[in-house]
Nanobody
Framework: QVQLVESGGGLVQAGGSLRLSCAAS????????MGWFRQAPGKEREFVAA????????YYTDSVKGRFTISRDNAKKTVYLQMNSLKPEDTAVYYC????WGLGSLSRREYDYWGQGTQVTVSS
């Protein structure tokens, strides 16, 4: 079992940066692929970024490529999402999730564990 707690959200102006963190509990964190998803009001939860268990493979949705970077520190059991050049359309609740298959996936169905989410608001 893995428990996930996100932090680092907040209010930022367009063009600014935030770094989200997701702290995990559980002994097998290093075996899991990790992902970030987001959900804006009235919209479905969508994939943002994912990272394989060893960090070798990363995946991003097109709208964040070149602006967001996902990374992990297995010793600290933490995954990060560095968000630069933020835009108002990035406003959403951001969730981290753990995928036991370890390879990283764009599909919500592959993720067994989810955090409670952290709000990111980008003002224009």
């Amino acid at each position: 079992q893995v428990q996930l707690v996100e932090s680092g959200g907040g209010l930022v102006q367009a063009g600014g940066s935030l770094r989200l963190s997701c702290a995990a509990s559980g002994r097998t964190f290093s075996n899991y692929a990790m992902g970030w998803f987001r959900q804006a009001p009235g919209k479905e939860r969508e994939f943002v970024a994912a990272l394989s268990w060893n960090g070798d493979n990363t995946y991003y949705t097109d709208s964040v490529k070149g602006r967001f970077t996902i990374s992990r520190d297995n010793a600290k059991k933490t995954v990060y999402l560095q968000m630069n050049s933020l835009k108002p359309e990035d406003t959403a609740v951001y969730y981290c999730a753990a995928d036991p298959w370890g390879l990283g996936s764009l599909s919500r169905r592959e993720y067994d564990y989810w955090g409670q989410g952290t709000q990111v608001t980008v003002s224009s």
